[in-house]
């Protein structure tokens, strides 16, 4: 505790004044705070903070805004707030202050497990706290409780083609929970704008606790893998995700899905599915909406689409120069991918600058529990090529492996080898990070998103009688 505290301290003075209150609850035995309780004592306090923030910074400025970045997809723009997560160039993401290691360290873990509990990882990207062991229960069993779907969201997904893309599927289902959304209903009822976060809360509680039915459905429908078992009210999210799925039985998969889940969740507020959850948020369109848009997002190649890229990318090198190739061949096929005006899947970032810890912690998972996987070998064999290849070819700015290079390798090893369906997980963890982000911005009365386009000629105007 007295780590977790200094860490705490070093990083955020939000989670600095906030630990008190972790220590506090956390020596108390009998009756521990809910995530919404604890939630409704950390928002006003907040409220504060940002409005002390604003009084004191409000019309500070930092960095001047170059054209380039109006045209270049607006990377480095500093445009968001978001406590949750913050993305350093060279060490890669850390949750509320804490790197991945450090959260596989602190989080609670499954009886037996060794990974931490997502659950958890949600806790701490509400509230910056870790929580206790029982809180991260109570969280399992209330997300077990929630995670049964409308009967008319299966229908719509029994009646998708089995050539429809997982992700639109998921985006389809996702997007049709709003039926039941308690904030737009609390919305048209008149709720005081102060009250949104409540029942945003209780959607997005709804959103991740339904998703593993969602998930689940969509993959046995598709690739034909049996009756959906009943979800199990003593168990823990991703044990029930992974039984969904037809691998509950499989204790090694069950933790890869903690860990999968726990990196995947939030990659600070800029990245494609984050922004756009929260941007489509900001018109206080609910939870279920707002997501909807995220997965739409996430379901492109350049962002979560590339996990399934990466396998098939593998895939074809196998055929193309078969198992166990040398270096050189290797080498050969990677070039063939770039003077063929296509990208390497699984490597570039548009703001890391090293390995992804989110590729290291999976390799290793690997190392530890598929050593010897062929698969896991020739992703080994890629990252060390392709690198220096990037770094000649001269154009990306980042040569390193993203979380992409490695999260299909994993499952494909525990038998999910269908890679079509790989985005859906990403998916699925995603929530996490959109979700807490939306419970903050409702909870912090964050305005409509509207920021300023120029046409071209606007530009010329503005610079036309002024030196470089
Ligand atoms: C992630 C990604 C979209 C970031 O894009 P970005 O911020 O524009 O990246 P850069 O600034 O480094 O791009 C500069 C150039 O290098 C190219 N580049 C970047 N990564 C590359 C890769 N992995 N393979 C080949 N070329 C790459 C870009 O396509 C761009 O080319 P262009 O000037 O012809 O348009 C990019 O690295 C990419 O396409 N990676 C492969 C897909 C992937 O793994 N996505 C998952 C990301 S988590």
């Known amino acids: ?33 809910t995530l919404k309780e604890r939630l409704s004592e950390l928002i006003p306090a907040e409220i504060e903070n940002v409005k002390r923030i604003r009084a004191e910074h409000g019309k500070k400025t930092f960095g001047p805004v170059a054209v380039d970045q109006l045209y270049g997809g607006m990377r480095g723009l500093p445009a968001l707030i978001w406590d949750g997560s913050v993305l350093d160039a060279e060490e890669g993401i850390r949750f509320r202050g804490k790197s991945i290691p450090e959260c596989q360290h602190l989080l609670p873990k499954a009886p037996g497990g060794s990974e931490p509990l997502p659950e958890g990882l949600f806790w701490l990207l509400v509230t910056g706290e870790i929580p206790t062991q029982q809180q991260v229960e109570e969280l399992s069993k209330d997300w077990a409780a929630r995670a049964a779907i409308p009967e008319f969201v299966e229908e719509i997904l029994d009646r998708c083609p089995p050539t429809l893309h997982p992700m639109s599927q998921f985006s ?6 709003n039926h039941d959304s308690a904030f737009a209903k609390a919305y048209q009822d008149g709720i005081s704008k102060k009250e949104y976060w409540s029942p945003t809360f209780e959607d997005c509680m709804d ?24 979800i199990d009210q003593a168990k823990d999210y991703s044990h029930n995700l992974a039984a969904l799925l037809g691998f509950g039985d499989n204790e090694a998969f069950v933790e890869l899905l903690r860990l999968y889940i726990t990196i995947h969740s939030d990659h600070e507020g800029g990245n494609v599915s984050a922004h ?16 909807g848009a995220s997965l739409n997002g996430l379901a492109g190649p350049l962002h979560g689409l590339a996990n399934q890229e990466v396998l098939i990318w593998l895939r074809k090198m196998q055929d193309k120069i078969g198992e166990n190739a040398s270096d050189e061949a290797v080498k050969d096929y990677v070039w063939s991918t770039l003077k063929g005006g296509q990208v390497v899947p699984g ?28 698969l896991f070998k020739l992703v080994g064999q890629i990252y060390n090529v392709v690198p220096d290849i990037l770094l000649q070819a001269g154009k990306a700015k980042n040569p390193w492996p993203n979380v992409d290079a490695h999260s299909g390798v994993l499952l494909t090893h525990y038998g999910l080898t269908q890679m079509q369906f790989y985005t859906v997980l990403f998916g699925v963890s995603r929530a996490f990070g959109v979700a807490a982000q939306l419970i903050w911005d409702r909870g912090l009365g964050a305005p409509l998103e509207r920021p300023k386009s120029y046409s071209s000629s606007a530009i010329e105007m503005m610079f036309k009688d002024k030196q470089a």
Do not use: C, W
């Not at 389809?172 to 929970?177: G, N, Q, R």
């Not at 959103?207 to 078992?229: D, E, M, S, T």
């Not at 756009?276 to 997501?291: C, I, Y």
């Open 207 to 230: 959103l991740i606790a339904k998703l593993p039915n969602i998930a689940g459905r969509i993959y046995r429908n598709v690739f034909g893998q049996g009756k959906l078992p009943a």
């Open 172 to 177: 389809l289902a996702v997007t049709a929970l």
């Open 347 to 374: 490597y570039g970032h548009a703001v890391l600058r090293k390995t992804d810890p989110r590729y290291t912690a999976q390799r290793e998972f690997a190392m530890k529990h598929l050593p010897d996987d062929p």
């Open 1 to 33: 505790m007295a780590a977790s505290l200094r860490s705490v301290f070093s990083r955020s003075p939000f989670a600095a004044r906030t630990a008190f209150h972790s220590a506090r609850f956390s020596s108390t035995v009998s009756k521990q705070p």
């Open 276 to 291: 756009t959850g929260k941007l489509v948020g900001s018109a206080l369109s609910d939870p279920f909406l707002a997501f």
